[in-house]
């Protein structure tokens, strides 16, 4: 599905110049405005690239069924990130791939993100903090779904600490990283 040891996200549009130049195929769309969007996800496609939507990002839009449905139809990315469970269960029937993004505060959230996964069954889960090959391990070990790590991960060191512990892929918004040979 994801071929790619890193998934460059883009923070910031300026970024975009750069990354259609890339080899990248999958790109995850990080902080938009509504009204640019469309516009956005067309000029990704024009470039042969699938959008990966952080549904949570878009400001100007409400995270939930119906902004999910919006996306869906409408904007058209080959999948959705959320932290939201109608958000990812809209797009898992749109047959848009889902990636459920879980933040890792503490055993009580790792535990509760088990639940959601079994219950969404995510095409893969988004790690945060990256930086944590055990949990990595551990989630990949009792989910059976491709992990993918993002956040804090600054070096190259850490993007083979995460692929090592069994992450599918990266996500990061460092440029330098991008152009790294993994």
């Not at 055990?134 to 993918?148: C, F, L, M, R």
Request: proline share 3%; charged share 25%; aromatic share 4%.
């Amino acid at each position: 599905m994801l071929n790619a040891t890193i998934l460059p996200a883009i923070r910031d549009l300026k970024d975009l110049d750069k990354v259609v130049q890339t080899k990248f195929e999958y790109i995850v769309l990080l902080n938009t405005h509504i009204g640019q969007l469309k516009s956005l996800v067309k000029m990704l496609h024009d470039h042969d690239k699938k959008v990966l939507l952080h549904a949570d990002l878009v400001q100007g839009l409400k995270n939930d069924e119906y902004a999910a449905q919006f996306l869906c139809r409408d904007i058209r990315p080959e999948g959705l990130v959320s932290t939201r469970k109608s958000v990812l269960l809209t797009a898992k029937k749109a047959k848009l791939l889902t990636v459920q993004r879980l933040f890792l505060l503490d055993s009580l959230a790792l535990e509760s993100s088990y639940n959601m996964v079994e219950t969404i069954q995510p095409d893969c889960i988004e790690v945060l903090p990256g930086i944590m090959p055990h949990i990595i391990k551990e989630i990949y070990e009792k989910t059976n779904t491709p992990v993918i790590a993002g956040g804090l991960i600054r070096t190259e060191k850490e993007v083979k600490a995460a692929i090592k512990a069994g992450a599918a892929a990266v996500t990061t918004s460092k440029k330098t990283l991008w152009e790294a040979t993994f």
